[in-house]
C-alpha cells in the first residue's frame, strides 16, 4: 500500500534591517503568520543589518554562509526573504544556496490563490502571478540561457523562453479582455446603487482585523471569518438598517498589509475601488494589536495610493474583547471613532448611529407638507433618507426629514 502525505515546507526567514529605527523584526513577525498562513513551517530567522540592500544577493557573502549551515542544522526546505526581491537577487540566491528561493511577494500571491474563490477574485489573482512571473523570465535558470551570442548560436533553452514569454503574454491579454467585462458589471451595478440612493459604506483596513466579523455581526452575511491573514479576498455587499430606519449598504473590501505588491493593488484595483465610490469609510482596527498605530498607518497609505480622498472615516477600534487594560487609542485621521467588539457584538448600536450621523451631514433637512394623493414619496423618504416627524393633518401629512441632495428635486 502507497502512503501518500503532503510534505510540510521548512523554512528560514530572512531580512535585512537599513536603520536602527525600522521595524524589521515586527515585519518578519508578519512574515511568519504569512508563512504560517500558506502552510509553511517557520523553522529560523536570520536578519542582518546594513547600509543598504545587497543589489545582487539581497545579503551579503557573510550571511548566506550562514543561512547554508543553517539550512543543513535545521533541516530546512527554502528560504524567504521579507522584501521583493528582483530576478538577479532570487537568480543569485538560488544558486549559491541551491535551494527554494522565495520572497513575501510569492507568499502573499500563494495564499491570495488559495484564497480566491469567485470568477473575478480568480482572474485578479491569476493575472499578479503572471505578471510577477514575467518580470522574471530573463536569464532565469540554466534551461533558459543563450548557447552564446551572434547569429546561429541561439540555443532551445532561448526559443523555451521566447515561447513561455509569448504565452504568458498572450494570456495577460486575455485576462485583461475578463477583467473589463466584470469591471462593466461592477460599475453598471454601481450606477444602478447611485440611482437607488442607497447610501454605501466601504468596510477597509489591516488584514485580521475583523472587517468581515463586523459584516456578520451588522447584516449576518454568513461569510469566513477566521483569525487568519486574507481570510476571504472577494468582496462581499449587504444591506443594512440604521436606527432611524434607513438602508445602508455595507462592502467588504480585501485586506491591506505592508508592503502589499504593487501587482495585487493593480490586479485588485476594481475591487479596492469600492472604497473611492462609498459615501464612507469604516476603518476597521485591531486595537488588541501591539502594532496598530503601523498597521493603521499602512491602510492611509495604501488608500492614499488608490486616491482614496475626501472621504468622511469612522474608525472602529475592534476586538475590545481581548484588550486587558484601558489604553488610549485615537486615530487623528478619522473624523469618529467608535470601540467595539464585532466577536460578542458589543458596541455595534454605537457603530450604527454613528454612522447615521456622518451620513445625516451629507443630507439636506426638508419640512414639507406632502397632499395625501402623493402620500407614497414617504415610503421613499423612509428608504433612502431619516424620518424625523410625521404628523398627518386635514389638509395633508407633514414632513420632517433629512433626504439624500439627489432626492430633492424628486419629492
Not at 24 to 30: A, C, F, H, K
Not at 59 to 74: M, P, R, S, T
Not at 187 to 214: D, F, H, M, Q
Not at 282 to 289: F, K, T, W
Amino acid at each position: 500500500m502507497i502512503e501518500i502525505r503532503n510534505e510540510t515546507e521548512r523554512v528560514i526567514l530572512v531580512g535585512v534591517s537599513t536603520s536602527d529605527q525600522d521595524d524589521t523584526y515586527r515585519s518578519l513577525e508578519e512574515l511568519r503568520e504569512l508563512a504560517d498562513t500558506a502552510g509553511a513551517e517557520t523553522v529560523g530567522t536570520v536578519v542582518q543589518s546594513r547600509e543598504q540592500i545587497h543589489p545582487g544577493t539581497y545579503i551579503g557573502k557573510g550571511k548566506i554562509e550562514e543561512i547554508k549551515d543553517l539550512l543543513w542544522e535545521l533541516e530546512a526546505t527554502g528560504i524567504i526573504c521579507d522584501d521583493e526581491l528582483s530576478p538577479v537577487q532570487m537568480k543569485n540566491l538560488q544558486d549559491e544556496l541551491d535551494t527554494k528561493v522565495m520572497d513575501r511577494t510569492l507568499v502573499i500571491l500563494d495564499i491570495f490563490a488559495a484564497r480566491a474563490s469567485t470568477r473575478e477574485g480568480k482572474i485578479q489573482v491569476e493575472l499578479a502571478q503572471l505578471k510577477y512571473r514575467q518580470s522574471r523570465l530573463t536569464g532565469f535558470g540554466k534551461a533558459m540561457s543563450r548557447l552564446g551570442g551572434g547569429i546561429g548560436t541561439r540555443g532551445p533553452g532561448e526559443k523555451k523562453l521566447e515561447m513561455d514569454r509569448r504565452l504568458i503574454k498572450s494570456r495577460i491579454a486575455q485576462l485583461n479582455r475578463e477583467l473589463r467585462d466584470v469591471r462593466r458589471h461592477r460599475e453598471i451595478t454601481r450606477g444602478a446603487r447611485s440611482k437607488k440612493s442607497v447610501p454605501v459604506a466601504a468596510i477597509v483596513g489591516y488584514t485580521n482585523a475583523g472587517k468581515s466579523t463586523l459584516l456578520n455581526t451588522l447584516t449576518g452575511a454568513g461569510i469566513l471569518a477566521e483569525d487568519k491573514l486574507f481570510a476571504t479576498l472577494d468582496p462581499t455587499t449587504r444591506g443594512v438598517k440604521l436606527p432611524g430606519g434607513q438602508e445602508v449598504l455595507l462592502t467588504d473590501t480585501v485586506g491591506f498589509i505592508r508592503k502589499l505588491p504593487h501587482h495585487l493593488i493593480e490586479a485588485f484595483r476594481s475591487t479596492l475601488e469600492e472604497a473611492k465610490y462609498a459615501d464612507v469609510i469604516l476603518h476597521v482596527a485591531d486595537a488588541s494589536n501591539p502594532q496598530m498605530d503601523e498597521q493603521i498607518y499602512t491602510v492611509y497609505e495604501t488608500l492614499r495610493s488608490l486616491e482614496v480622498v475626501d472621504k468622511p472615516v469612522i474608525t472602529v477600534f475592534n476586538k475590545q474583547d481581548k484588550i486587558e487594560e484601558e489604553k488610549v487609542i485615537r486615530d487623528f485621521h478619522a473624523d469618529c471613532t467608535v470601540k467595539l467588539s464585532a466577536k460578542t457584538g458589543e458596541g455595534t448600536s454605537e457603530l450604527l448611529k454613528t454612522i447615521e450621523a456622518v451620513l445625516r451631514e451629507q443630507k439636506v433637512l426638508i419640512e414639507e407638507l406632502y397632499p395625501y394623493q402623493e402620500a407614497g414619496k414617504l415610503q421613499m423618504i423612509r428608504k433612502y433618507g431619516e424620518l424625523l416627524q410625521e404628523d398627518y393633518r386635514e389638509d395633508g401629512i407633514f414632513v420632517r426629514a433629512y433626504v439624500p441632495a439627489s432626492l430633492c428635486g424628486k419629492r
